[in-house]
Structure formats: C-alpha cells, structure tokens
C-alpha cells in the first residue's frame, strides 16, 4: 500500500486448485434450502428456548444422518439471525462499518475501504491494521491473494492477503469481503 493507496499486481492465478465432488455438490450454499416445515420447527424451537445445535440434531436424526437433511446448522443459525431475530443485512453492514471507524479512531495506522450498494448492503471492503500494514513495507515482494470457496450469508467471498516474512512463515497483510457475482 505505498503512498498513493494502490496495490500493484503483477500475475494472476485463476485456474482453481483441486477438483470439485460432483458427489457434494448439492451442500454447495446455492443448492442448500431450508423447506416451510423446517422453517416452521426452526420457529416453534426458538421460541421454546431450544438450542440451535439441539434442533439441527433433531433434523439429523429425523433425517438418518446429514448428508440426507440438505442443508447444514450454519443454514439454521443464518435463519434464526434473519428471520426469526429480523436482523437485517443493512444492520449489520451499519455496524461493521462502525466497528471499522471505531478501530480507526483507536489507532491512526488502521486503514480502510467500505463501499456500500444502493440498498446499503456492502460491495466490497478492505482493511488492514497497523502491524500488517508495516509488514507489507516488508514482505511486499510476494504476495497472495486467496479466497475462501465458500461465502458467507450475503453472498461476499473473505479474500486475504498474505506475504513470506524473513523466516518462511506467512505473514497477514490486509482483509477483503467482495461481493461474490460469479461462483467459478
């Protein structure tokens, strides 16, 4: 991140690392669904003051095992915080954009981007703390980006940048979530 506030990047690597299972590929987050009656239950358990993991255990042995059940308890904690709690995407992205100024004003180092949508859901952001901003001054010779496969609840992929530091071990530059538009 030199004066100017850029990132350079000299090679690119697209090709993905190992193959897909076609035999998993239905627990991937776009064929995962939580039907009406699971929905139904999820509620009835909330509101019974039944534990989240207490309630996917339920599914599992109604199921058989996990694999049949469609879905993972990720998918059922997600919809507690959605819908049963009515805790927005716009809420949340309000306060990480808080929590980013807050570490901000704790400490000048900390840099930052938020870029939000129109309907102030974020797009992309990026942030560093002071340590890794110092290390990139460092190790800025080789750096990967990698993302996670998976994204989280609003669709954005956690990507992180990391450079080798003199002893050969990775070194933690910045963070970025993006908005995933297109799962290769």
């Known amino acids: 991140m030199k004066d100017v506030g850029l990132w350079k990047i000299f090679k690119v690597v697209l090709n993905h690392s190992h193959p897909c299972c076609p035999g998993q590929a239905e627990m991937l987050k776009q064929h995962r669904e939580l039907s009406m009656f699971v929905r139904r239950t999820i509620e009835t358990h909330e509101k019974a003051e039944i534990r989240t993991?207490?309630?996917?255990?339920?599914?599992?042995?109604?199921?058989?095992?996990?694999?049949?059940?469609?879905?993972?308890?990720?998918?059922?904690?997600?919809?507690?915080?959605?819908?049963?709690?009515?805790?927005?995407?716009?809420?949340?992205?309000?306060?990480?954009?808080?929590?980013l100024i807050r570490m901000k004003e704790k400490n000048q180092n900390f840099f930052f981007?938020?870029?939000?949508?129109?309907?102030?859901?974020?797009?992309?952001?990026?942030?560093?703390?002071?340590?890794?901003?110092?290390?990139?001054?460092?190790?800025?010779?080789?750096?990967?980006?990698?993302?996670?496969?998976?994204?989280?609840?609003?669709?954005?992929?956690?990507?992180?940048?990391?450079?080798?530091?003199?002893?050969?071990?990775?070194?933690l530059l910045g963070c970025a979530l993006m908005k995933n538009e297109d799962i290769q």
């Open 53 to 99: 993991s207490k309630t996917y255990q339920s599914f599992v042995v109604a199921a058989g095992n996990h694999c049949e059940l469609g879905f993972i308890e990720k998918d059922v904690r997600n919809y507690i915080t959605r819908e049963v709690q009515n805790i927005s995407k716009e809420d949340d992205a309000e306060e990480f954009g808080n929590y």
């Open 113 to 171: 981007e938020l870029h939000l949508e129109g309907d102030h859901c974020i797009k992309h952001a990026f942030w560093a703390d002071a340590r890794s901003m110092a290390a990139f001054e460092y190790f800025e010779d080789v750096v990967s980006f990698d993302t996670t496969y998976n994204t989280n609840r609003y669709n954005l992929v956690l990507g992180y940048f990391v450079g080798v530091n003199y002893h050969g071990q990775s070194t």
